[in-house]
Structure formats: structure tokens, C-alpha cells
């Protein structure tokens, strides 16, 4: 079967960093994404990885390695305002989206 | 006004109320989905629609009956539903020659069905 694995909750203190990891195994892979989704609010888009290595967007950063199945989300100098659930999904061979069940990140001042 | 629209965002129904959801994108794309998401579990992919037409059901009971009466709306009517039934429905919409995978979320209709 096709299956995400993600953390389901993380701490991590205001002005630090935090990395997200995302492990994956399915059926084929046509891309990684990672998505934010705020309690009450729509899930937007954060990044999209399907070359190896390291994409950087601002605080955001998106790493993945396809032979080990994984990838990782590093948030720097978190702020308050990154406190949000983090959705791990890959495209499969069928261009079909399979989702991790997301990573609640509660942010401490 | 913002990409994508549901309405209304909470509803409270019992097991034989039948109602609807309704999702609207104002961004021009072309294919349109129902999404459930359940407390700590992943997304659930519940219908597809491609140019109105749909193109995924992944065997989802009769009891939620989508309609696309055109690209920008997108209905799931509901009858008859269990409690388990109860989640938060997400509309998303993506546009085919954009990068796949790339969905433009609402923000939700809160089910509780009693």
C-alpha cells in the first residue's frame, strides 16, 4: 500500500528552527509537496520538490531525497504566526495526490 | 475576494436532513475536487471533476452525490448521512497545465451530523 508518515505534533520555540520530516512509500513518484494549513483555514501551497536536494523559499526550506523515500521541511526563525498544521502529499505514478495526516507545529514565545 | 469559495462554513444536520455544499473558484481553472479531512487522519480524495466532467470516485457511499453544472461550481449534496460522516469537506480546484499537484484550497464546510 501507499503510505505517508509524518510526525503528528512538534514544539519549537519563537526565533528558532524547526525541520519537519515526511517519509514516503509509493506507488511511483512524480513530485512532493508540502502544504500550511492554519486552524479554521484552507491548506495553501508551500513548495513543491521533485528534483533531490535542497529548494529554498525565504524562512521556508524543502529537501528531499528520492532513493531514501524522504523529505524534510526546515521553518527558520519561526514566528508565532507559523504555528499551523504542515501537509506532507506525493504525486504518485498516477499523478493521483497520497497525503501524510500533517504535522501540528505549536510555536512557545 | 478570495480563490475559492464554500459555503456555508459549519452546518449541523441530523441522519434524515438532506442539504447541500457549495464551492465556487473565481481563478479560472478547469478541474475541481471534494476533499474530506477527519481529526489526525490524511486527506480523503472523495470526487474529481475535469471540464465538468467527473473523472474520480473513489468509492464514496451514494449518500454524498456531487454535482458540476459548470467549471467555476461545485455542489455535494448530502442525504441520509451517519455520524461518522461528520468532518470538515474542503473544495479545491487546480488548473491542468499548471505544475500537477498544485491545489487551491477553500477554507471548508464544518459537518456534524447528529
Known amino acids: ?109 | 475576494e478570495t480563490g475559492v469559495t464554500q459555503t456555508p462554513r459549519h452546518l449541523v444536520m441530523g441522519m434524515t436532513n438532506k442539504k447541500s455544499l457549495k464551492c465556487e473558484q473565481h481563478l479560472g481553472h478547469n478541474a475541481m475536487y471534494w476533499y474530506k479531512q477527519s481529526a489526525k487522519k490524511p486527506l480523503e480524495l472523495m470526487f474529481v471533476y475535469n471540464f465538468k466532467e467527473q473523472t474520480e470516485n473513489n468509492s464514496v457511499p451514494s449518500r454524498f452525490s456531487p454535482e458540476c453544472p459548470n467549471s467555476s461550481h461545485l455542489f455535494l449534496h448530502l442525504h441520509t448521512l451517519q455520524p461518522e460522516d461528520s468532518a470538515l469537506y474542503l473544495c479545491a480546484s487546480s488548473q491542468e497545465h499548471s505544475t500537477p499537484g498544485e491545489l487551491f484550497f477553500g477554507e471548508g464546510s464544518r459537518l456534524t451530523v447528529l
Open chain 1, 1 to 109: 500500500g501507499q503510505n505517508i508518515d509524518q510526525p503528528t505534533e512538534m514544539t519549537a520555540t519563537e526565533g528558532a528552527i524547526v525541520q519537519i520530516n515526511c517519509t514516503y512509500q509509493t506507488s511511483g513518484f512524480n513530485g512532493l509537496f508540502w502544504y500550511q494549513q492554519h486552524a479554521g483555514e484552507a491548506p495553501t501551497f508551500l513548495s513543491y520538490n521533485v528534483l533531490d536536494g535542497l529548494e529554498e523559499k525565504g524562512r521556508f526550506s524543502s529537501f528531499l531525497s528520492r532513493s531514501k523515500g524522504y523529505s524534510y521541511l526546515l521553518l527558520k526563525e519561526l514566528q508565532m504566526k507559523d504555528s499551523a498544521s504542515y501537509l506532507c502529499a506525493v504525486l504518485d505514478s498516477n499523478y493521483q495526490l497520497i497525503w501524510g495526516a500533517g504535522t501540528k507545529l505549536i510555536i512557545k514565545p
